[in-house]
């Protein structure tokens, strides 16, 4: 890519790749492109193999790259949810408690009764109430209001 098109490929490029040969359930070979990076693989990566060995159902892989997300977005409630579901698929109700205790002690919080959906380049939130009635915002909105933390 750099000799040919004078482009050095940079995190989101990999994170291209890696995507795409998860899609196309490639995984053993999306993990090795993120594991050989020539430098150390950040969020976008990770999140992209997670998200092909959900589709895939390859939780070996999804595992490892679940841990690494934990770890570069300790507070991204997802992969700890992944993780325990996982594991109590499995029946390893030790392991569970573990990613529950892990949550707890970062303080990352599952959130209940948000639901995000993209409607023509935008995103509508709508929220669950105390009172039970719903809400809700749009992208704009959002900006200057934090409502699902």
Do not use: D, F, H, Y
């Given at each position: 890519m750099k000799e040919e098109y004078g482009v050095v490929p940079g995190p989101e490029h990999y994170a291209c790749v890696v995507d795409m040969l998860g899609r196309r359930g490639r995984l053993k070979e999306a993990m090795k492109v993120a594991e050989s990076m020539p430098f150390e693989a950040g969020a976008l990566v990770w999140e992209a193999l997670f998200g092909a060995c959900r589709v895939d159902g390859d939780m070996v892989i999804?595992?490892?790259?679940?841990?690494?997300?934990?770890?570069?977005?300790?507070?991204?409630?997802?992969p700890y949810l992944v993780m325990a579901q996982v594991r109590a698929m499995n029946c390893r109700w030790e392991r569970v408690a573990c990613v529950?205790?892990?949550?707890?002690?970062?303080?990352?919080?599952?959130?209940?009764?948000?639901?995000?959906?993209?409607?023509?380049?935008?995103v509508i939130v709508k929220k669950k109430l105390s009172t039970g009635s719903f809400f809700l915002l749009s992208l704009q909105a959002l900006s200057s209001y934090s409502l699902c933390k």
């Open positions: 999804g595992q490892r790259a679940a841990e690494r997300l934990a770890v570069l977005e300790p507070k991204w409630v997802l529950r205790n892990a949550m707890q002690e970062k303080r990352v919080k599952k959130v209940t009764g948000c639901s995000w959906i993209g409607i023509r380049e935008k």
